[in-house]
Structures are given as C-alpha cells and as structure tokens.
C-alpha cells in the first residue's frame, strides 16, 4: 500500500532522503509529504524510525465517487473490522478539492454515517481518518501515529516558540550532521538541537520512548515491532548547549537525562558573547535564534545576530555554523559568510530558512 509521510512544507526532499536512508521505498514527493510503497510493518517502522516525519498515513483504499451516497456506500463496504479494533471511536477529517462532492463537511458525515454501521463511534480522541476527494477520486488514509511524532516522549518542559523536533532532525540533516562530530548550540533553549543530535550520535530511535495509534489495531505484532528497535553504538562524540537562560539550561538538563542522554550532551549558562568552543575538535554550531515574526519586531535583534557572528569568527576556527531565521537581514547582520540560504520551511505560519557556512 502507499504510505504517507507528513512534513513541513519545504522539507520533503530532506525527508525523502531520511527515508531512502532507512530503507523504505519512496516512490514520490509532493508538497507537505513523502509517499512510500510498503506494508504494516513498514507502517510501525517508519513511526519508530523517522525522525524527520510529523504523521505516518496508511493509505487504506480509493475509489470514484461523484456523490455523497456513493460515497457512503463505498465506505461501508471497506472491511473495518480488519482494519479497527471493534468498536474503535474515529474522527473523521474530510478536504474537498476540483469535485462534484464539494461541501467537506457532508462528506465527514456521510463517512462517520457508514462507519458507525460498522460500530465506530465519532470521538475527537479516537483513531484520525484522513478522507482526501481530488478531482472525484476519494482517498481513506489512518493516522497511525496518534499524537504528533515531533513528540518524542523525553520533554516535559518547552521554552518558548520551540522548535519541533521532527524539524530540528531535518535541519540537522541539511547542515550534514551525521552524529561523526561535536554539536553547538548556544541558544539552546529546552535542548532541541543537542538532543537530537545526541540521539543520531547514539543511534537512538525516535520513537522509543513514546506510544502510537496502531499499536492499538487488530494486525499489530508486537514481537516483531520490537525486533525493528535500532541496536544503539556508542556517540564519538557530545553534543553540548548554552543558553542565557539559567531557567532553559535547567529544562535542557532535565529533558536529556529522561531522554537517556546525560552522558552525551552538556549544558551551561552562557550568554552569546561569551561562547567559546565546548570541546577540542572542530563541528557544527548550529542555532534558532529569535526572530521578528517569533517575538516581534526584528530590529532590536540585530544587535544579537551581529555578537553571535564576531564571536563566532573570532573564537570558532573551523567550525561550521548554521543559522534558522525568518529574515534574511538578521543572518546577514551575523557577517557570517554564509552559502545560498536552504529552502523556505513553513513553521507554524512563519517562512524560516536555514543558512550555513564552510568551516570558518
């Protein structure tokens, strides 16, 4: 069957080659996602698996339908007892685009009317059903993830506009962090960088420490879901953070150490420019800096950008650097000689992008 990744816009090809990395068959990638061709358990492992993927959908079926009674018929003769678990609560979730059925909301209940012939329940916490009509053909995908995979299961605490992990991993993919090197950030805030490039140093799945939707389906195997579990290897090594903040460097700590990295990662409070290199050998310094359409106006951050970059040209030899922002005079203001920016990332309404530089 096809299997959907979902990301944020601008990341698919990242993604993709997270995936082809991994082992899974990608067959396209479109605005917002990556399509795969597999199995169930190809389903579990990409859920396990994948850093870089926001929801895993299993597409379940397709078909024609140019009107509301076909499409309830159709979806009455899916066969969901092998599908759910009897009983299931669903939520229904319809898009219409370029089709005689227009109206998304008559299409969520025609689809909740026939599963309720089959005894699922409409209930916001069940399983999410996707229900996707383009240009008259209908598309039934699961959400197989449950809560949002940026959820790793280790933070119980976020600073403020976080960014998502799931994000995170890609940008640290774009920068050609491999876990081969130390990692930098000194704008840390609860630790998002230096844990996810702790976790690719060590070879930690994503997913190990968190729960998903289709351990709760009829075809799961939980002994063969535990045999996907990545067999971890020792980080080369750390990956450290600072952060002004006495409060996030508090956060960072306590985040790692449920996460299982405290002997991988270190954090201290430090303003910007004061940084200097966490370790001997050369790697990446990469940060997310605020930014205008984070906080506000961006003018009285150039002045962070501008100390950020002196400090960085004037005590980081041969490190590289990479830089989130939603601005370009803010990376700019660094006077770091960055490469062309990376692709605009939609992150939660705002147009970031990475920017990077050679070793320095």
Not at 2 to 22: N, Q
Not at 92 to 115: F, M, N, P, T, W
Not at 119 to 135: C, K, M, S, T
Not at 169 to 179: C, H, P, Q, Y
Request: some cysteine; proline content about 7%; aromatic content about 8%.
């Amino acid at each position: 069957m096809d299997i959907f990744l979902i990301t944020a816009p601008g990341l698919e090809t990242l993604l993709a080659a997270e995936a082809r990395e991994k082992g899974f068959k990608v067959t396209q990638t479109s605005p917002g996602g990556v399509t795969l061709r597999g199995d169930w358990p190809a389903v579990w492992r990409a859920n396990l698996q994948l850093r870089g993927a926001t929801r895993v959908l299993a597409r379940l079926t397709s078909f024609r339908a140019l009107y509301l009674s076909q499409l309830e018929k159709n979806v009455r003769e899916v066969d969901w007892a092998a599908v759910l678990p009897r009983g299931a609560d669903v939520t229904v979730d319809a898009v219409c685009h370029k089709s005689k059925i227009y109206h998304a909301g008559a299409a969520q209940e025609r689809v909740a009317s026939a599963l309720a012939a089959h005894g699922h329940n409409a209930d916001p916490a069940g399983f999410g059903l996707r229900v996707r009509i383009e240009r008259d053909i209908v598309t039934l995908s699961l959400d197989t993830s449950g809560e949002s995979l940026h959820r790793r299961g280790h933070k119980e605490a976020v600073n403020k506009a976080p960014l998502r992990e799931t994000m995170a991993a890609l940008f640290l993919r774009d920068a050609g962090f491999k876990g081969k090197e130390p990692l930098f950030d000194p704008m840390c805030g609860s630790g998002t960088f230096p844990m996810e490039g702790a976790e690719i140093a060590r070879r930690f799945d994503p997913g190990r420490g968190r729960d998903f939707a289709f351990q709760s389906l009829p075809n799961f195997d939980p002994d063969a879901f535990e045999a996907m579990r990545s067999p971890e290897r020792a980080a080369a090594f750390s990956c450290y953070g600072s952060d002004r903040d006495q409060g996030a460097i508090a956060m960072s700590r306590a985040n790692a150490e449920r996460a299982g990295l405290a002997d991988v990662t270190a954090f201290e409070v430090k303003p910007v420019g004061e940084i200097t290199p966490p370790c001997d050998t050369p790697g990446l310094v990469i940060a997310n800096p605020p930014y205008g359409g984070r906080i506000g106006d961006s003018t009285p951050l150039l002045g962070l950008y501008a100390a950020f970059g002196a400090r960085l040209k004037s005590a980081f030899p041969g490190w590289r650097a990479a830089v989130v922002t939603a601005d370009a005079k803010l990376a700019q203001a660094t006077g770091l000689p960055f490469r062309p920016a990376g692709p605009v990332v939609n992150h939660g309404g705002i147009k970031i992008r990475l920017w990077q530089t050679d070793p320095l």
